[in-house]
């Protein structure tokens, strides 16, 4: 008896939180269906290009020129500089998907578009500085204090290295990590960021790495002492305070948001799409390859494998459990700082531990089905290694780590002190 075709699986649904970030208040913007449109539209050419970007050690210039004119540096961007002003989760959605076309590009597209919120939540004067003559300019960024401001009449001078500035080649500014000295009274507003435009900083070329090697994730260089207005300056305490400098012209409530309740996300959507790419990869793989040899089941299609068959199920429900808790826990801080609720220290907690578990859940799952493909998967011409070994260098990220990050919620639950950023 002849059965009909079972129904299409929808492999990741629509998403089920009405998140305010996912509308933008700005007349005349592209919907968020339109943006999604256009980055599915270029997956297959990151795709095609992705071992060049590999190989390049950069993400391309006409690349960033098509995230340019697609609008993606302007999701997150200020209306009055020409931006969208939309939230953490549409931009959850717009990076996820690129990244199925290729991590590394993802990754340059998604810091530089992070950073035009970031540069949003600094005094009024430092925006003008970036966006005044310039509104299309990006940024790259190194977030650790690895150099120390001196004061000095105005503001201070900065000098030093910070590494693994993704996507440098592409920037005309740098979001810099440093330690404040103490203020006159005597306290001390401890570490954090400075804006330095491209004039006053070198690159140096030294990002030769076994994954992500397109990021360009290379060193800022300050050999001389350049000075950097008071204006352009924005304490970690700040950054997390629920009301930063930029609040008071930037009215929409997302930037508000305290820095790591949702920044974090710019690195874990990469990773989302990443392992959503690896499993259609896998698919296309499944179909075609036949196995060889002198071993069981040789001359059959992987497809035919049980092995196969489930780690392929659970790689799709390791990605799209990862892909609610990221939407869950943006959604819930957006609607927070819509209504003026302040993010307390268990949301951000939360937050930073599902930026972890997520990423652990993307990075099993392409571990799984790269286990599956044998010798077929090695090739430097297949997509899939390249995939495996992304994934593995995105769970070696700092913010993403989940042994760095688990130790930090943990220690929160057993009433400690919790050692960690937050």
């Not at 259609?280 to 793989?285: A, G, H, P, S, T």
Request: charged share 20%; net charge neutral; aromatic share 10%.
């Amino acid at each position: 008896m002849n059965r009909d075709p079972l129904p299409p699986l929808t492999a990741f649904p629509p998403v089920p939180f009405d998140a305010p970030g996912r509308t933008s208040p700005v007349a005349g913007a592209p919907t968020l269906s339109q943006l999604g449109d256009a980055a599915r539209a270029m997956v297959p050419y990151l795709r095609e290009q992705a071992r060049n970007t590999e190989l390049e050690r950069r993400v391309s210039q006409k690349s960033t020129d098509m995230f340019r004119e697609a609008g993606f540096f302007k999701l997150m961007q200020p209306a009055r500089f020409g931006g969208y002003e939309y939230g953490f989760t549409a931009f959850i959605e717009i990076i996820s998907e690129l990244a199925r076309g290729c991590a590394s590009s993802a990754w340059g597209c998604s810091l530089g578009a992070i950073h035009q919120w970031a540069v949003s939540t600094f005094p009024e004067q430092a925006q003008q500085d970036v966006w005044g003559e310039n509104p299309y300019a990006i940024m790259c960024g190194s977030y650790a204090p690895a150099g120390k401001a001196e004061k000095v009449d105005g503001g201070y001078t900065v000098q030093g290295e910070w590494h693994w500035a993704s996507n440098v080649d592409n920037s005309e500014w740098a979001l810099l990590g440093v330690v404040f000295p103490p203020n006159e009274d005597g306290t001390s507003p401890g570490a954090g960021f400075v804006l330095v435009p491209r004039k006053d900083w070198r690159i140096e070329d030294n990002w030769h790495v076994v994954g992500q090697a397109g990021t360009g994730s290379k060193t800022v260089a300050i050999d001389q002492p350049v000075f950097v207005p008071a204006h352009r300056r924005l304490t970690f305490a700040e950054a997390s305070s629920n009301n930063p400098p930029g609040a008071s012209v930037n009215t929409n409530p997302i930037y508000r948001i305290p820095f790591l309740s949702a920044v974090p996300v710019c690195l874990a959507s990469p990773m989302l799409g990443n392992a959503q790419g690896a499993i259609e990869v896998f698919e296309e793989l499944c179909g075609s390859r036949v196995t060889r040899g002198a071993v069981a089941g040789g001359g059959n299609r992987l497809s035919q494998f049980f092995p196969v068959q489930s780690r392929l199920a659970e790689a799709y429900a390791s990605v799209d459990a990862a892909r609610l808790l990221l939407y869950r826990d943006t959604t819930e801080v957006e609607k927070m700082a819509a209504s003026h609720t302040i993010i307390d220290v268990p949301t951000r907690i939360r937050n930073r531990r599902d930026h972890a578990f997520s990423t652990r859940l993307c990075h099993q799952a392409v571990e799984g089905l790269f286990s599956s493909v044998g010798g077929a998967g090695l090739s430097l011409d297949q997509p899939l290694q390249r995939m495996w070994r992304d994934a593995n260098m995105m769970a070696r990220h700092i913010s993403l780590n989940w042994d760095a990050v688990s130790s930090m919620v943990g220690q929160y639950h057993l009433g400690l002190e919790p050692k960690g950023q937050y």
